[in-house]
């Protein structure tokens, strides 16, 4: 347990646990929303943080890269020596926030640079909180003004196979008494663990959902997702339709082109048939490099000509916009391991 992992409620009882009394619950809790480490914490005594100091969370910022177009990468160093990478990329309505929820990966997609390793370990909710903390401080934000506008849970990692953290770290961000990010403001993406799905659900979330799809039929999808052989893509798209019932939020639809994989117009035609009657929108996400894999990506003017292929069909399909390429940030390349100039 790192005191990160906290409410600012439980926080206080775990002081009161110590013998200590609870305003210095609030006192640490402000100091690790700012980003501090122990040593620069002014509003405790040097008892107090030897006595905390076990406790406290030693996760920092190791690296930071700066992206051409402004995007920021930033690799993140946690006590035990494991590194995740995460990516802070600037719009005009904002700051979106790409975190990581594992070490690793064991979901084993064919174009993704997180499961090369497989799984290392699942992130604590304090450590998926402490990247938002870290980024806020590092661009000019404090526990009184917030310089991130959205979170997505998008990096190393699959979130719902992290399932109890990643729901606590949904709750801790969202807390008035934290950065207070509007569930409305939190995208997860996921393979598409089903029951994952449901539990969502019915645990009364409303962040926007986010499916990996990547293919329009289970064989094509078999062939780049291993977890094609546990669910099929009708399984998913029910709890889909289940969470959206529930929570009238429109689902995302993830599909990055691979040529000669899944980049047809039939395939195109095959998933607007899928999705009909649905309320969801498709992002086509050109294929981004990853050194270790032998897909090839698709133009961007094939992606354009499948996105109006899916409209032409009234499905709503837009492009994403490649961000943070040239530094190794972009979808599907964040990594647990620092790729050393060669």
């Known amino acids: ?67 051409a177009d402004g995007t920021i990468k930033y690799v993140y160093k946690f006590d035990d020596g494991n590194i995740v990478e995460g990516v802070l990329m600037k719009y005009k309505y904002g700051n979106t926030l790409c975190i990581s929820t594992q070490v690793g990966c064991r979901m084993g997609c064919k174009f ?28 000019g934000g404090d526990s009184k003004e917030r310089k991130i506008t959205n979170i997505v849970l998008m990096g190393s990692g699959e979130p719902l196979d992290n399932y109890l953290n990643v729901t606590k770290f949904i709750k801790l961000i969202n807390s008035e008494d934290s950065l207070n990010i509007s569930e409305r403001n939190i995208s997860l993406s996921t393979c598409g663990l089903v029951d994952k799905i449901y539990a969502l659900a019915d645990d009364g979330f409303k962040i926007t959902l986010t499916i990996s799809l990547h293919a329009s039929n289970d064989e094509v999808r078999r062939v780049s997702m291993p977890i094609a052989q546990r669910y099929t893509i009708n399984e998913i798209i029910d709890a889909c339709k289940y969470y959206f019932n529930k929570t009238g939020r429109r689902i995302i639809f993830e599909y990055t082109l691979i040529k000669d994989v899944n980049d047809k117009l039939l395939h195109a035609e095959e998933l607007a048939n899928l999705l009909k009657g649905f309320s969801c929108h498709v992002n086509i996400i050109p294929l981004n490099k990853v050194k270790e894999r032998k897909f090839v990506d698709a133009t961007r003017k094939e992606c354009y000509l499948f996105a109006q292929e899916l409209e032409k069909f009234s499905i709503s399909a837009t492009v994403r916009r490649t961000m943070g390429d040239d530094i190794g940030g972009a979808c599907g390349q964040l990594r647990n391991q620092i790729l050393m100039e060669e």
Not at 2 to 26: C, H, M, N, Y
Not at 113 to 134: D, K, M, P, V
């Open 1 to 67: 347990m790192i005191l990160s992992d906290l409410s600012l409620t439980e926080l206080k009882a775990w002081v009161r646990e110590q013998g200590l009394p609870e305003f210095r619950g609030k006192q640490i809790y402000d100091a690790i929303i700012q980003g501090k480490t122990l040593e620069e914490i002014t509003t405790i005594s040097n008892s107090i943080k030897k006595q905390i100091e076990e406790f406290y969370p030693k996760y920092r910022i190791f690296r930071k890269y700066i992206s």
């Open 112 to 139: 993704c640079a997180s499961t090369l390793h497989g799984l290392i370990r699942n992130l604590s909710a304090g450590e998926i909180l402490g990247q938002a903390f870290l980024v806020n401080r590092d661009i």
